[in-house]
């Protein structure tokens, strides 16, 4: 399992840091988001949407995908979604490398 960082308070590490160990929060208890392609519009009201503290949500052309390390599981996503595409992703499965150049290069790193 990726190392995983907490401030001392038990708050969740900087996003910066979840980028760089590629892990997901510890203290985070709801499972992260995704998105269902096939029902997907990509009108980016989740991307533009998503907390910037999470930052989870990536426009990547042909679709839009949620980084689960980076999602806590908060609602925003869902309450602005015009056609109702994003579920719980209780069984998630960790990023690949590929994703986190891509969220490397569009987020600074």
Same mark, same amino acid.
């Given at each position: 399992?990726?190392?995983?960082?907490?401030?001392?308070?038990? $708050?969740?590490?900087?996003?910066? &840091?979840? !980028?760089?160990?590629? @892990?997901? @929060?510890?203290?985070? $208890?709801?499972?992260?988001?995704?998105?269902?392609? @096939?029902?997907? !519009?990509?009108?980016?009201?989740?991307?533009?949407?998503?907390?910037?503290?999470?930052?989870? !949500?990536?426009?990547?052309?042909?679709?839009?995908?949620?980084?689960?390390?980076?999602? @806590?599981?908060?609602?925003?996503?869902?309450?602005?979604?015009?056609?109702?595409?994003?579920?719980?992703?209780?069984?998630?499965?960790? &990023?690949?490398?590929?994703?986190?150049?891509?969220?490397?290069?569009?987020?600074?790193?």
């Amino acid at each position: 399992m990726p190392w995983k960082k907490e401030t001392p308070a038990g $708050r969740p590490a900087a996003r910066s &840091t979840r !980028i760089e160990s590629r @892990s997901r @929060s510890e203290v985070w $208890r709801k499972p992260p988001r995704r998105i269902e392609p @096939s029902e997907c !519009i990509q009108c980016d009201m989740c991307v533009r949407n998503c907390p910037p503290e999470f930052g989870a !949500i990536f426009d990547r052309g042909l679709d839009v995908v949620i980084v689960p390390e980076l999602c @806590s599981g908060c609602p925003v996503c869902v309450l602005v979604c015009p056609v109702d595409c994003i579920y719980v992703d209780a069984e998630w499965a960790p &990023t690949g490398g590929v994703m986190w150049n891509h969220v490397a290069l569009t987020a600074g790193g």
